[in-house]
Structure formats: structure tokens, C-alpha cells
């Protein structure tokens, strides 16, 4: 797990690099003559998201779930973003509640350049948690361990300003290694 914990920051780090090459603040500020800026397409430079999932339904043990995250990196261009992040996640299943804690390296991308554009993204890390006790087996439950997390989603950008939008996407999350959790749900977000 923390080879793959490396490579991600690794790539991120690249990738980030990379991009920041032949990259100056007063291009980005002033277009060539004659180029306008759209308003509603998201500028280069710092990004930062907080979402929120108010309610999520999960699959493997019949319950509901929330959870809040943050990711925090660099917009490439309009259309691609990477960067790093972290959430909170509370499940309530049939057998009892649980929680996680994934820290994730994140991708997102943007198509279209009116205010309502299409949106999609992916995450992928390791999730501290201790959801045992709602796993399909109780014997598994052994207090706090680490499970593989992805979390795929697609959907909606209100793309206000340069530097604010809106984000509306379904997603689904997995958790898994020792034992496994599914769902599904509504993901709110403000990018700034």
C-alpha cells in the first residue's frame, strides 16, 4: 500500500511540474489582442474542491452513508485537474455504524465552455477505517484497518466564474481488502 501511496504523489508531483514549466501569472492575467476570456471556464493555477455527499446508499450491507472531502491541487488547464485530498466517511448498515478515512490522489476533467458543462473524475487511495462490524462477515471486524479506495464520478459543473463553480455528481465509492463496501450517491460541490 504505501508503494502505491508513492508512485501517486510521485506522479502528482511530475505532473504538477511539468505543467508549471513556461507558465507565468501575467500570460494567464492578460490573453493575447483580440482573445477573450470565458468567464465560465476554470483558470489555471490553484484549485480547491469540498464536497459533500448528504446521503449515500450502500450495497454490500444495506445502509446509508455520508461524508465530506476536500482535495486540494492544480488546474492544468480547463480541462484537466490533479491534486491531492482527504475525507470523512460515516456509514450506518444493518449491523451497526462505521467509518473511514481515505487519502487519495484525484483527477478531474471538464468538457464544455458554457456556464452548464459535463464533468468527471476519479479517485484512488487507501482508506483508514473500521467498518468490520458492517462487513458481509462480523468475523472480520478487527478495529481500525486499511482498505484499497476508489471513487469514480460524473456529472455537472456550474462553471460561475473563473475561480467558483459548482459541482452536482453521482458517484460511487469502494472500499476494499479485507473486506469490501460499495455505494452510491449525490455528490455537492464548490470548487474555488
Partial sequence: MRHIIATLLIFCCTTLAMARQGYSPATEATPPTGEVINKHMAARGYRGFVNYTPLTFTFVNQGIAGNISTTHGYQLNHNHFVGLGAGFHINL????????????????????QQLAQFTYGARIGAAYADYGNIANEPSTHSGITTLAYFNASIGLRLGIARYFAINITPEIDVFTGQYSI???????????
Avoid: C, Q, S, T
Fill in 93 to 112: 448498515g444493518d449491523k451497526g455504524l462505521g467509518v473511514a478515512i481515505p487519502v487519495y490522489a484525484a483527477y478531474k476533467g471538464n468538457l464544455g
Fill in 182 to 192: 460499495i455505494g452510491a450517491g449525490l455528490r455537492l460541490g464548490i470548487e474555488f
